[in-house]
């Protein structure tokens, strides 16, 4: 899929101002239109940089008190240097230019490098999915925090990146067991389905989930207040799919003696896997690489020292030992499941 069509099925436009416009104004912008960027373009529409609703709270943090002057420019502050992309160009190259510069959004030029408008990961995740151009059961995951940070911090970020990694694997065993009732002569392992089912009821809910939103996510929103959104998305969803996974669970008891209902569980499988999917890797492509940037030393301490703590009821020793068990139990009944490179 193309970037152009992206383009067409955005359901805002993008924010734009001449270079003398003034903070001021790029404020009151950003609250009018409800997003957090703003591309500055000359008169005949080409991009000259970006200004953000960070960089405009990082202008006004250095001018303290009486000495906040936001009629200043916005030249004096925006992001001179701007990565960008075309329009013929695929969804999967932009993806990639914004992984690897460690961005969010990505203007997009025509050949004669005027603006045409701006997509976001947000974006480019939904339609990739909705074209199932992105496999959700492939969960290659990639964490580099900065090497000049704390030590805490790939602590603690591995320790959550390899809990998705094993959320993933669980989801692929359920996945393979799904496409396996579409053979009528496969019976219903009601006891193995169960088994996945309660993993992913019990182990995001109570080991994953907490440790995200007890002290990362409330971590960021200290430190970051104009990231709110994207953490309120997060929360959100966690409650999204622990919606979809109890409709799953209500379908259960019709498999083994309504061959038509394997359709249906088929179907509502697939959809949630790719729901678990989608929102791991916004955790990990855009939440961490935030969290990664603006929290402190001190807050990674506090946070790899609340992991560590055994005697927590949530993420205590015996506690994690029943998850590993069934853990393993589920990986032992599905041999064949294409896990391995997950699982190793």
């Not at 005949?44 to 940089?49: A, I």
């Not at 953490?231 to 379908?251: N, P």
Request: glycine share 4%.
């Amino acid at each position: 899929m193309l970037v152009e069509t992206a383009l067409r099925k955005k359901d805002r436009e993008a924010a734009t101002m001449p270079s003398d416009a003034t903070l001021a104004e790029a404020a009151a912008m950003l609250l009018d239109k409800h997003v957090g960027v703003i591309v500055v373009c000359d008169n005949e529409g080409r991009v000259l940089g970006i200004v953000t609703d960070s960089d405009i709270m990082r202008h006004i943090a250095c001018c303290p008190g009486e000495t906040c002057n936001c009629g200043s420019r916005i030249d004096a502050v925006m992001t001179r240097k701007v990565v960008t992309c075309r329009p013929d160009e695929t969804l999967s190259d932009a993806w990639s230019r914004l992984d690897s510069h460690g961005l969010r959004r990505i203007p997009v030029v025509g050949e004669d490098e005027k603006f045409l408008g701006i997509i976001n990961l947000r974006d480019i995740f939904h339609l990739l999915r909705h074209e199932k151009q992105l496999e959700a059961h492939e969960f290659e995951f990639f964490i580099a925090p900065p090497a000049a940070r704390g030590e805490d911090m790939p602590e603690v970020l591995n320790i959550l990146h390899e809990e998705h990694r094993r959320i993933g694997c669980v989801l692929v065993c359920l996945r393979h067991l799904a496409q396996s009732l579409g053979k009528m002569e496969h019976e219903v392992d009601s006891g193995l389905l169960s088994a996945i089912l309660d993993y992913m009821d019990a182990f995001p809910d109570t080991i994953h989930h907490p440790k995200e939103e007890r002290f990362l996510f409330s971590a960021l929103r200290r430190r970051r207040p104009g990231e709110s959104e994207v953490i309120d998305q997060l929360v959100k969803e966690h409650e999204t799919g622990k919606l979809l996974l109890t409709g799953l669970r209500a379908t259960l008891p019709d498999l083994a003696r309504d061959p038509a209902s394997r359709e249906r569980f088929r179907q509502a499988v697939k959809h949630y896997v790719e729901f678990e999917g989608a929102h791991m890797r916004q955790e990990e492509r855009v939440f961490m690489p935030l969290a990664a940037r603006y929290l402190t030393d001190a807050d990674w301490r506090q946070i790899a020292a609340a992991f560590r703590r055994d005697s927590d009821p949530l993420f205590g020793r015996e506690r994690r030992a029943e998850f590993e068990k069934l853990y393993r139990h589920i990986l032992h009944e599905l041999p064949d499941a294409p896990i391995f490179h997950h699982a190793a």
